[in-house]
């Protein structure tokens, strides 16, 4: 059997694709139970995010092309759409890709962390459904164990790489306790929902949403605890607002610099810190100039990201070198497992060898023949039967001038123990 890994992500595949891939929660199941009616497949996770769909199999020789087939049957579209798009690794590169994927260094963001929760959501899903076997069970527990290892003992997701995230960062530099501060976010798009989830996560107090529509400022702000005003509210609330973010898609600022120092003044020259992420921007550049603002601009955020960025790649070599360790381990269990399958295998075939010359022995004795002449017969049988494969194969072997199987041979069969077992 051969562990094979094999999908699609954001490197090797336009979003279209991605999403035509992609399996709903709803799905996995039914994927999951048609992976495993495969005749060529014996274990499988299926793992689905909006940058990857990935399969981990334990298939027959040659399955490949039938996983292939499948997918694009699952998803109603040709095999050669997947194919040119597709990778697929086997074996140790296989495991390798897994623990590369569950650290962070295969994601669009390196070194992020969410990817490892959706790994072990995949893991426990195929678990429910009768997916998982002894292989895969081995190969993921590994694999969990070093994405531990990496996030205890490198920094590769201690810096921040995304616009959003960096912004709250700089904000807990100003302001000691982001629990005692208010924020005033501007806009409702992706990256205003990212700060606002981050600086409830930091613990900022009193979060405010202000949008040119309410619904979608409400489903932003609601899950939050915050609450929604309308942009031309704004004025007021800046008044009380310690944290400013802005990304919105207006033409023109929306704050300038007379409505920033009317504010300052009610606030009496308490610092604010402010982060205008939109291109055009939405905060007049002069409002930098004001005493007790802290302006930060998308180039001033960017730099922060290339820094960390550049960090996160010295941690991200680290955690390569503990990856090959990772995969190292595995290969050495997974020998120990196949040599104990073989020996268990050899023990049973034994067994029954002995048992039918035990029962042959048996019946002569109760046939009343001479006991001795009995156990004469029986230990004749059984050295007879025991070494019957083995001398065949060295017969070949030797014929074949095969001198590695005769030298294990001599090694398993002939070489004493230094110290037999008692």
């Not at 799905?27 to 495969?38: G, H, K, V």
């Not at 302001?175 to 990256?191: H, V």
Request: with cysteine.
């Amino acid at each position: 059997m051969t562990l094979l890994a094999l999908g699609i992500n954001h490197r090797t595949a336009s979003l279209d694709v991605r999403e035509q891939v992609a399996f709903t929660p709803t799905q996995l199941e039914q994927a999951l139970s048609e992976l495993r009616a495969l005749p060529a497949v014996h274990e499988a996770v299926v793992l689905s995010t909006c940058n990857r769909t990935e399969l981990y199999c334990v298939i027959g020789e040659g399955a490949e092309s039938t996983l292939y087939e499948w997918l694009g049957r699952f998803h109603d579209m040709p095999v050669e759409s997947l194919t040119h798009c597709a990778y697929h690794f086997l074996e140790a590169d296989a495991a390798r890709h897994l623990m590369r994927v569950a650290v962070g260094l295969d994601s669009m963001v390196l070194g992020e962390p969410q990817i490892l929760g959706q790994l072990k959501e995949a893991y426990q899903t195929a678990r429910d459904t009768s997916g998982l076997g002894g292989e895969l069970e081995a190969l993921f527990q590994q694999t969990f164990a070093v994405a531990k290892q990496v996030r205890t003992e490198t920094g590769i997701g201690r810096n921040p790489v995304s616009i959003a995230y960096a912004a709250v960062s700089l904000a807990s530099r100003i302001f000691e306790n982001l629990g005692r501060s208010r924020a005033l976010l501007i806009g409702a798009g992706e990256t205003i929902e990212l700060v606002a989830r981050h600086l409830h996560e930091a613990g900022v107090r009193h979060l405010t949403v202000a949008n040119r529509t309410h619904e979608r400022a409400h489903q932003l702000a609601e899950p939050l605890g915050g609450e929604t005003i309308f942009l031309d509210e704004i004025p007021a609330a800046l008044e009380h607002a310690d944290i400013v973010i802005s990304s919105t898609a207006a033409p023109l600022p929306i704050l300038g610099k007379g409505m920033v120092e009317r504010a300052l003044k009610k606030r009496r020259h308490r610092p604010v810190f402010m982060v205008d992420i939109a291109v055009p921007r939405d905060i007049e550049p002069q409002v930098g100039e004001l005493g007790d603002v802290f302006l930060y601009t998308v180039d001033d955020l960017q730099e922060v990201i290339d820094a960390n960025r550049r960090h996160r790649q010295v941690e991200a070599d680290q955690a390569e070198s503990l990856i090959e360790s990772g995969v190292d381990r595995w290969q050495h269990d997974r020998r120990l497992r196949s040599g104990g399958e073989l020996i268990r295998d050899l023990r049973a075939h034994g067994e029954s060898l002995r048992d039918a010359a035990c029962d042959q022995a048996l019946a002569r004795l109760a046939k009343g023949e001479d006991p001795e002449r009995v156990v004469q017969r029986l230990a004749h049988q059984l050295t007879n039967r025991l070494l019957h494969r083995p001398t065949l194969a060295l017969r070949k072997a030797a014929s074949d001038d095969r001198r590695d199987l005769m030298d294990a041979a001599a090694t398993l069969l002939l070489d004493e123990p230094s110290d037999p077992p008692r």
